[in-house]
T-cell receptor
């Protein structure tokens, strides 16, 4: 039981490049979330999903897209990376009992 | 939408002393309030949570109190130990169909040996 995993762990992009971050969970959770964490700003919700095939915007969705084609996976895409998207990205999942389980994070640097 | 403010941003205490971190929220419909601990370089992990139908919850050395009227809740850590050093985040949500959390900005707690 791996819990929540994220791929990749680290990535460096040039401005304008695109990439996809993968989140996978093996707990059969309905809900999945993508956050970004910046110094002094806590965790901010980017997008979330309440079930397979659904997505919704969070607090800071601009510049990101998501897809949830399979229940266990939640993908976060950056179509044209900007330096302002340099951050640590965390994925999380939860069932019907509130607690969110976080993945180990992806450290992204955009130069 | 919901807004959560957290204070202080940093807190330094002597080992064995108590630490208190406070959060306020704006949405009176919020009814679930978790606290997460994040050690350096690690992922956030839930340490305690409280729902709006109770005013206090304890788990060994940690406790959370909730004042719905004033819309604030607090984390209390007693008999602090060096391993309590970490960043603590409060969060709030209205439990509906999404369970999405709005986090405070975090408190860096340092416990001095």
């Amino acid at each position: 039981n791996a819990g929540v995993t994220q791929t990749p762990k680290f990535r460096v992009l040039k401005t304008g490049q695109s990439m996809t971050l993968l989140c996978a969970q093996d707990m059969n959770h309905e809900y999945m979330y993508w956050y970004r964490q910046d110094p002094g700003m806590g965790l901010r919700l980017i997008h979330y999903s309440v079930g397979e095939g659904t997505t919704a915007k969070g607090e800071v969705p601009d510049g990101y897209n998501v897809s949830r084609l399979k229940k266990q996976n939640f993908l976060l895409g950056l179509e044209s990376a900007a330096p302002s998207q340099t951050s640590v990205y965390f994925c999380a999942s939860s069932g019907h009992y509130y607690e969110q389980y976080f993945g180990p994070g992806t450290r992204l640097t955009v130069t | 939408g919901e807004n959560v403010e957290q204070h202080p941003s940093t807190l330094s205490v002597q080992e064995g002393d108590s630490a208190v971190i406070k959060c306020t929220y704006s949405d009176s419909a919020s009814n679930y309030f978790p606290w997460y601990k994040q050690e350096l370089g690690k992922r956030p992990q839930l340490i305690i949570d409280i729902r709006s139908n109770v005013g206090e919850k304890k788990d060994q050395r940690i406790a959370v109190t909730l004042n719905k009227t004033a819309k604030h809740f607090s984390l209390h850590i007693t008999e602090t130990q060096p391993e309590d050093s970490a960043v603590y985040f409060c969060a709030a949500t209205r439990v509906d169909s999404s369970y999405k959390l709005i986090f405070g900005s975090g408190t860096r707690l340092l416990v001095r040996p």
